[in-house]
């Protein structure tokens, strides 16, 4: 194998503009279609459920094998990028994300479905810490606020078009071209990656195995745990064994890695107030805003009657303002730093929250759901990009693959989280009998998701200053 740290030309030369263009296109690519799955799917289970004969429990892990998988094994996958190369990594990442999607497109039954989709969820885990590591070597310090802002954008416009593209594609083809549809941007994306990026490696000469395993046991307990507490009960013996032994196995996997040669997650880290802000911060925003989209887009279906095209697109104005907003916040966060814009951002997306889970009713207008969405777009915009940028400027630059693994696992698992434990109040305050009875259990979730919001402003306030102004003259 190649020493690692010997450099390796590949064109383009890095640091030229097409290098840059590049990058933003490849890792753009990658970035959009892993953070489009999380969502997209969720318009078609409907559809699903009646072609596959799937009962509603059953159909719940059509979602939930995707991101257990994803979340398991994004720190695997950083690893795996420092150590075997990073630009082959993501490519074989996008590649076996591309046959997957083959398969769930030509499941035969709901099971195969959901292999398939556990087996998307593998692909997807080192495309998306690896396409920031990728983004942040193809620019130099003083640029990276601007790249990361639109990377973040895509991110935020695959969350916008998962529901859009999802009810489009069901309403108009079928539920299996949701999956069709990957297949050539894929491949055509890891071909791409090998011809025009360049090869990069972490410091690690070894690969943690231990440490793989330890994690991705440990996250798996916790994150099945999580997504499972609601249905099995969170006092069954089932859900407690896997949140109890979860922890235990990470608590084994930060052992392990104190002592480990070439750890996989270095325990500076935890030292480091940057990144724990970020990482903080992070669980804050997903926990909330996965918990209030899961919630919202079925208050539209289900109390409104919405179809699921029409569902996605009255939700448009919140998630498609990051693509508009991002670009700029990270651009701005690398001159004055990432600290303004994320408390600033968490607490007015906590006030659009506040508005809706005040004012929503079963009647209630577009026009009055509206402002809140615009609001908690706005917010959440705000914040994707300095939260990255502040994670690439905690820790060195052949640190960045690993730190955002590590934020990317912590962010999957405030998602999961947010969903959990809304439901759990849903459940406790509402119910799905009636349109009151399904708003008496929205509003209350909401709210508890503004607080959390709020929680997470006031951590950002800990996020440390610039050192000093980057020089935006950089080469």
Same mark, same amino acid.
């Given at each position: 194998?190649r020493?690692p740290?010997?450099p390796?030309p590949?064109p383009p030369?890095?640091?030229?503009s097409r290098?840059?263009i590049?990058a933003?296109?490849?890792?753009?690519? @990658?970035?959009?279609?892993?953070?489009l799955?999380n969502?997209?799917?969720?318009?078609a289970?409907?559809?699903?459920?009646?072609?596959?004969?799937?009962?509603?429990?059953?159909l719940g892990?059509?979602v939930? &094998?995707?991101?257990?998988?994803?979340? +398991?094994?994004?720190?695997?996958?950083a690893?795996?990028?420092d150590?075997?190369? %990073?630009r082959?990594?993501f490519?074989a990442?996008?590649v076996?994300?591309?046959?997957a999607?083959v398969?769930?497109a030509?499941?035969p039954d709901?099971?195969w479905?959901?292999f398939? %989709?556990?087996?998307q969820?593998?692909?997807?885990? $080192?495309?998306?810490?690896?396409?920031?590591?990728l983004?942040?070597d193809?620019?130099?310090?003083?640029?990276?606020?601007?790249?990361?802002?639109?990377?973040?954008g895509?991110?935020g416009l695959?969350?916008?078009?998962g529901?859009v593209i999802?009810?489009a594609i /069901?309403?108009?083809?079928s539920?299996h071209?949701?999956f069709?549809?990957n +297949?050539p941007?894929g491949?055509?994306?890891g071909?791409?990656?090998?011809?025009?990026?360049? *090869?990069?490696?972490?410091p690690d000469?070894g690969?943690?195995?231990?440490?793989?395993?330890?994690a991705?046991? @440990?996250?798996?307990?916790? +994150?099945?745990g999580?997504?499972?507490?609601?249905e099995a009960?969170?006092s069954?013996?089932e859900?407690?064994?896997?949140?109890?032994?979860g922890v235990g196995?990470?608590?084994?996997?930060?052992?392990?890695?104190?002592?480990?040669?070439? $750890?996989?997650l270095?325990?500076?880290?935890f030292?480091?107030?940057?990144?724990? /802000?970020?990482?903080?911060?992070?669980?804050?925003?997903?926990f909330?805003?996965f918990g &209030? /989209?899961?919630?919202?887009? !079925?208050f539209? !279906?289900t109390v !409104?009657g919405?179809?699921?095209?029409v569902?996605g697109?009255k939700?448009l104005?919140?998630?498609?303002m990051?693509?508009f907003?991002?670009?700029?916040?990270g651009l701005l966060s690398? %001159?004055?730093?990432?600290r $303004?814009f994320?408390?600033a951002?968490?607490?007015?997306?906590?006030?659009?929250?506040l508005?809706?889970?005040l004012?929503?009713?079963?009647?209630?207008?577009?026009?009055?759901?509206v402002?809140g969405f615009?609001?908690a =777009?706005?917010?959440?915009a705000? /914040?994707f990009a300095?939260v990255?940028n502040l994670l690439? !400027?905690?820790v060195?630059? +052949?640190?960045? =693959?690993?730190?955002s693994?590590?934020?990317?696992?912590?962010? *999957?698992v405030?998602? &999961?989280?947010?969903?959990?434990v809304?439901?759990?109040?849903?459940?406790a305050t509402g119910?799905?009998?009636?349109g009151q009875?399904?708003?008496d259990?929205?509003n209350p979730?909401?709210?508890v998701?503004?607080?959390v919001?709020?929680l997470?402003?006031?951590i950002?306030? @800990?996020?440390?200053?610039p050192?000093r102004?980057p020089?935006?003259?950089?080469p």
């Amino acid at each position: 194998m190649r020493n690692p740290h010997v450099p390796h030309p590949e064109p383009p030369p890095a640091g030229s503009s097409r290098a840059h263009i590049w990058a933003l296109v490849v890792t753009g690519i @990658g970035l959009f279609m892993v953070v489009l799955d999380n969502l997209v799917v969720t318009t078609a289970l409907p559809v699903i459920r009646v072609d596959l004969g799937a009962s509603v429990e059953t159909l719940g892990w059509v979602v939930n &094998a995707y991101t257990l998988a994803f979340s +398991v094994l994004l720190l695997t996958g950083a690893a795996l990028g420092d150590r075997l190369g %990073r630009r082959r990594v993501f490519a074989a990442g996008l590649v076996i994300f591309s046959l997957a999607s083959v398969g769930c497109a030509l499941a035969p039954d709901i099971g195969w479905l959901i292999f398939f %989709r556990a087996l998307q969820g593998l692909g997807a885990a $080192p495309v998306l810490p690896l396409s920031l590591t990728l983004l942040a070597d193809a620019f130099p310090p003083g640029k990276r606020g601007l790249a990361i802002g639109i990377w973040s954008g895509i991110s935020g416009l695959a969350v916008a078009a998962g529901p859009v593209i999802g009810g489009a594609i /069901v309403d108009g083809i079928s539920w299996h071209w949701i999956f069709w549809v990957n +297949v050539p941007i894929g491949l055509l994306g890891g071909a791409i990656a090998m011809w025009k990026l360049r *090869e990069s490696f972490g410091p690690d000469t070894g690969l943690d195995i231990p440490g793989i395993l330890l994690a991705g046991i @440990g996250v798996f307990g916790i +994150v099945y745990g999580i997504v499972r507490g609601n249905e099995a009960g969170w006092s069954s013996p089932e859900i407690l064994g896997t949140l109890v032994g979860g922890v235990g196995f990470v608590v084994a996997f930060l052992w392990w890695e104190s002592r480990a040669a070439h $750890p996989m997650l270095p325990l500076a880290f935890f030292r480091n107030r940057g990144l724990n /802000v970020a990482n903080a911060a992070s669980v804050c925003l997903y926990f909330g805003l996965f918990g &209030a /989209v899961f919630f919202l887009a !079925q208050f539209l !279906q289900t109390v !409104q009657g919405d179809s699921p095209l029409v569902a996605g697109l009255k939700v448009l104005p919140w998630t498609i303002m990051p693509m508009f907003i991002a670009p700029v916040a990270g651009l701005l966060s690398d %001159r004055v730093g990432a600290r $303004p814009f994320m408390a600033a951002g968490l607490t007015i997306m906590a006030g659009g929250f506040l508005w809706m889970g005040l004012t929503i009713t079963p009647g209630i207008s577009y026009a009055g759901l509206v402002g809140g969405f615009l609001l908690a =777009g706005f917010g959440m915009a705000m /914040v994707f990009a300095p939260v990255s940028n502040l994670l690439v !400027q905690s820790v060195d630059e +052949v640190q960045i =693959g690993k730190a955002s693994g590590t934020n990317n696992t912590v962010r *999957e698992v405030g998602g &999961a989280l947010g969903i959990a434990v809304m439901t759990a109040i849903f459940t406790a305050t509402g119910s799905y009998a009636s349109g009151q009875a399904y708003v008496d259990g929205l509003n209350p979730a909401v709210l508890v998701a503004a607080g959390v919001l709020l929680l997470g402003a006031i951590i950002s306030l @800990g996020a440390p200053r610039p050192a000093r102004a980057p020089d935006t003259a950089a080469p």
